[in-house]
Nanobody
């Protein structure tokens, strides 16, 4: 079992920045990859960024150049640095982990953290 706890969400003006954190606990040795998703009201969950155990990262086109995913292995924490935020980035952001399976096959989720970007 893996537990994920997100933090760092909040209200920010357009053009501002936020850093989300996702602290993992439990069977962290089984985690092969982690990702950040978002879900806006009335929309499907979308993948924003991924990072594998080898450090390989990928980004959705909509956030590339603005968001950066990183990790601190000593703290078992993955971060999402979000810069140049836009009102359309408003959503609940979820951290996900792929544990005991393929590095992009996410099977554990956090509870989500709200990000609201005002215009």
């Amino acid at each position: 079992q893996v537990q994920l706890v997100e933090s760092g969400g909040g209200l920010v003006q357009a053009g501002g920045s936020l850093r989300l954190s996702c602290a993992a606990s439990g069977s962290i040795f089984s985690i092969n990859g982690m990702g950040w998703y978002r879900q806006a009201p009335g929309k499907q969950r979308e993948l924003d960024a991924t990072i594998t155990n080898s450090g390989s990262t990928n980004y959705a086109a909509s956030v590339k150049g603005r968001f950066t995913i990183s990790r601190d292995n000593a703290k078992n924490t993955v971060y999402l640095q979000m810069n140049s935020l836009k009102p359309e980035d408003t959503a609940v952001y979820y951290c996900a982990a792929a544990a005991g399976r393929g590095r992009y096959d996410y099977n554990y989720w956090g509870q989500g953290t709200q990000v609201t970007v005002s215009s």
